[in-house]
């Protein structure tokens, strides 16, 4: 599904070069659920949005789904993304003038998705995170944990073959955060491949797989015991 070998990248930070991905190797496979730790700095959302194709690497090659990730058009790009992956942010991303429906229906708008079907495809989803209810209501009238649950509806919304998760659980508390890890669990039960990136070992002790940067490069990458939420 992903491939990734000896992927370089660096920040040219005026004076000095920040060399912060120094050979990456990482496989990933369908059905995955995967862990990505590492102090802050380490480079854990360069990887990710290297990963998403928001952003290029240096050096090495990356293949998604068998497709070399290579000197593409911000039109191909685009539709890569669109194809293959759906992002979850730590700060949500929703757009405040439209409700958690509009929100989700957005990214089915760029498909070419028909209107009826876009909003039929948005409130399934919208259910699936246990939103129905709130399918009207703008993000501000929303609390954070219901925002990240109207950010999953809208990744999953185009079924794409990988979720992209940069702390997702960053800005919520601890109940928060339960609620919506258990959610992930069920989405990669379904069968979804989930990467998730976190400095929380909790939220990491209920993934599949466990990745640790370090120094640029990754120091350990285990399969763990999952702590399965109920
Ligand atoms: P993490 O997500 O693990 O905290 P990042 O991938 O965000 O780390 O950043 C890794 C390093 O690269 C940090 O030192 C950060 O300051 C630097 N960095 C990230 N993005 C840029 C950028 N666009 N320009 C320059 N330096 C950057
Ligand atoms: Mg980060």
Same mark, same amino acid.
């Given at each position: 599904?992903?491939?990734?070998?000896?992927?370089?990248? %660096?920040?040219?930070?005026?004076? %000095?070069?920040?060399?912060?991905?120094?050979?990456?190797?990482?496989?990933?496979?369908?059905?995955?659920?995967? %862990? /990505?730790?590492?102090?802050?700095?380490?480079?854990? %959302?360069?990887?990710?949005?290297? =990963?998403?194709? &928001?952003?290029?690497?240096?050096?090495?090659?990356?293949?998604?789904?068998?497709?070399?990730?290579?000197? &593409?058009?911000?039109?191909?790009?685009?539709?890569?993304?669109? @194809?293959? &992956?759906?992002?979850?942010?730590?700060?949500?991303?929703?757009?405040?003038?439209?409700?958690?429906?509009?929100?989700?229906?957005?990214?089915?708008?760029?498909?070419?998705?028909?209107?009826?079907? @876009?909003?039929?495809?948005?409130?399934?989803?919208?259910?699936?995170?246990? &939103?129905?209810?709130?399918?009207?209501?703008?993000?501000?009238?929303?609390?954070?944990?219901?925002?990240?649950?109207?950010?999953?509806? @809208?990744?999953?919304? *185009?079924?794409?073959? =990988?979720?992209?998760?940069?702390?997702? *659980?960053?800005?919520?508390?601890?109940?928060?955060?339960?609620?919506?890890?258990?959610?992930?669990?069920? /989405?990669?039960?379904?069968?979804? *491949?989930? /990467?998730?990136? *976190?400095?929380?070992?909790?939220?990491?002790?209920?993934?599949? @797989?466990?990745?640790?940067?370090?120094?640029?490069?990754?120091?350990?990458?285990?399969?763990?015991?999952?702590?399965?939420?109920?």
């Amino acid at each position: 599904m992903l491939v990734i070998k000896d992927l370089h990248k %660096s920040y040219d930070t005026g004076k %000095s070069k920040l060399h912060v991905l120094k050979g990456i190797n990482l496989e990933i496979g369908e059905g995955e659920f995967v %862990s /990505i730790m590492g102090s802050s700095g380490s480079g854990k %959302s360069t990887l990710l949005n290297i =990963i998403g194709i &928001l952003d290029e690497k240096d050096s090495g090659t990356y293949e998604l789904d068998g497709i070399p990730i290579e000197h &593409l058009s911000e039109v191909k790009a685009a539709e890569y993304r669109s @194809r293959f &992956l759906g992002f979850i942010f730590q700060s949500f991303n929703l757009i405040g003038y439209k409700t958690a429906l509009e929100n989700v229906a957005l990214p089915l708008y760029y498909q070419n998705v028909s209107r009826r079907e @876009r909003n039929e495809k948005a409130l399934e989803y919208l259910e699936k995170v246990g &939103l129905k209810d709130w399918a009207n209501h703008l993000p501000n009238e929303l609390s954070g944990g219901q925002k990240q649950r109207v950010a999953i509806a @809208r990744a999953l919304v *185009t079924n794409p073959k =990988i979720i992209l998760a940069d702390e997702p *659980t960053g800005a919520l508390d601890s109940k928060t955060t339960y609620d919506i890890m258990k959610i992930l669990q069920e /989405i990669n039960r379904e069968g979804k *491949t989930i /990467i998730v990136v *976190t400095h929380e070992p909790d939220v990491a002790a209920e993934t599949k @797989r466990n990745v640790v940067l370090k120094d640029g490069i990754i120091e350990s990458d285990q399969v763990i015991e999952q702590r399965v939420l109920a």
